[in-house]
């Protein structure tokens, strides 16, 4: 047993860590700015207009996040032991990292637009991806809890 009895779940599977749940709600956060939105019903098209003045971008990062809720929703069903669910969670770190790249890339090109001009939201956002890819890159955790499967017993 490589990590203490508290990380692993009920079934023997090892849980994601709390830095992998923050990494998935990360890559989610236009879905949560949409559900903070639509919570505060009345303030809501104003909070979305500030963080997103484009609304093709909160439609390009709703787009990006779909991986991480759909790995987050398998995370609770990975020990149903059906095939296609270890499939994916299986690959789920390379879905994250291909999902952190095109974030990236989306950065870079918002960044251009910009003509490189600093705004510290921008700086903050680009700087808090690189570092959560690094963490998804070297964590031995986050290779472990996706490469964990079910017992076929």
Do not use: C
Not at 18 to 44: D, E, H, N, T, V
Not at 83 to 100: D, N
């Amino acid at each position: 047993m490589l990590y203490p009895i508290e990380a692993y779940d009920k079934h023997g599977l090892l849980k994601p860590s709390g830095m992998l749940w923050l990494a998935l709600a990360y890559s989610a956060k236009a879905w949560l700015i949409f559900l903070m939105a639509g919570a505060s019903r009345a303030q809501g098209a104003q909070i979305l207009e500030v963080i997103y003045p484009l609304r093709d971008h909160l439609y390009v990062g709703m787009g990006m996040g779909l991986p991480a809720l759909l790995l987050m929703w398998l995370s609770g069903q990975r020990h149903k032991q059906n095939q296609w669910i270890t499939a994916i969670w299986q690959q789920g770190k390379v879905i994250l990292l291909f999902a952190y790249l095109a974030d990236g890339l989306s950065q870079g090109y918002q960044l251009a637009l910009s003509q490189g001009a600093f705004r510290w939201p921008q700086a903050v956002n680009l700087l808090l991806t690189l570092w959560l890819s690094a963490y998804l890159m070297r964590s031995t955790r986050v290779r472990n809890t996706f490469a964990d499967q079910p017992d076929k017993g």
